[in-house]
């Protein structure tokens, strides 16, 4: 059992607006920001957005995070073939003084 | 470009030792925190630990905490994790990460090495 909460998946068609959530507690999300990875079939993860809602330098404005107390979203629109990925949540936790990984979302585009 | 090739893995006897090497190119590793990250077979991503730039805090997953050790040489660019006692739970394909300090983001991976534990 992953300490962060995600869908196992998540669909939709081209063009459309999805969010994929990620639930946790008051030692992780709540104090500390969260992060979310993609990971393209048989690849490495790579940082898709930072510090709850920062992207890195080449990720498209297409992806964005937010976060509420303690959970956070990404959300992707205009949904695109390419994006058809695993999407994982993490955020630093106070209690485990360590990293806690979400367990990831399978995103299919339909 | 900044690049992380990782190292070292192989097919080991369950109570076995492996070290895992991970080689920085394209940037001084000195700078940065670093992570191992794992992957089962068909699982999600599982954080292993992380040790400070100069190496004097290190941080463990309690599933890993006793039996692995996560060192670094600063002056050979190289990153270890010293993995003792193994079990077959500890199959996975093995990352290591980039951060700017223990705490942030990982914001560059390697390709990852994968670690058969299996009798």
């Known amino acids: 059992q992953s300490v962060l909460t995600q869908p196992p998946s998540a669909s939709g068609t081209p063009g459309q607006r999805i969010t994929i959530s990620c639930s946790g507690s008051?030692?992780?999300?709540?104090?500390?920001?969260i992060n979310w990875y993609l990971q393209l079939p048989g690849a490495a993860p790579k940082l898709l957005i930072y510090?709850?809602?920062q992207r890195p330098s080449g990720v498209p404005d297409r992806f964005s995070g937010s976060k509420s107390g303690t959970s956070a979203s990404l959300a992707i629109s205009g949904l695109q073939s390419e994006d058809e990925a695993d999407y994982y949540c993490?955020?630093?936790?106070?209690?485990?003084?360590?990293?806690?990984f979400g367990g990831g979302t399978k995103l299919t585009v339909l | 470009q900044e690049q992380l090739v990782e190292s070292g893995g192989g097919v080991v006897q369950p109570g076995r030792s492996l070290r895992l090497s991970c080689v920085a190119s394209?940037?001084?590793?000195?700078?940065?925190?670093m992570h191992w990250v794992r992957q089962a077979p068909g699982k999600g991503l599982e954080w292993v630990a992380v040790?400070?730039?100069?190496?004097?805090?290190?941080y463990y997953a309690d599933s890993v905490k006793g039996r692995f050790t996560i060192s670094r040489d600063n002056s050979k660019n190289t990153l270890y994790l010293q993995m003792n006692s193994l079990r077959e739970e500890d199959t996975a394909v093995y990352y290591c990460?980039?951060?700017?300090?223990?705490?942030?983001?990982?914001?560059?991976w390697g390709q990852g090495t994968l670690v058969t534990v299996s009798s």
């Open positions: 993490a955020a630093w936790d106070d209690s485990l003084n360590g990293w806690v």
């Open positions: 394209g940037f001084t590793l000195s700078t940065y925190a």
């Open positions: 008051g030692s992780n999300i709540e104090s500390n920001t």
């Open positions: 990460a980039s951060a700017l300090v223990v705490a942030a983001a990982f914001d560059y």
């Open positions: 040790i400070s730039y100069d190496g004097t805090n290190k």
């Open positions: 510090g709850n809602n």
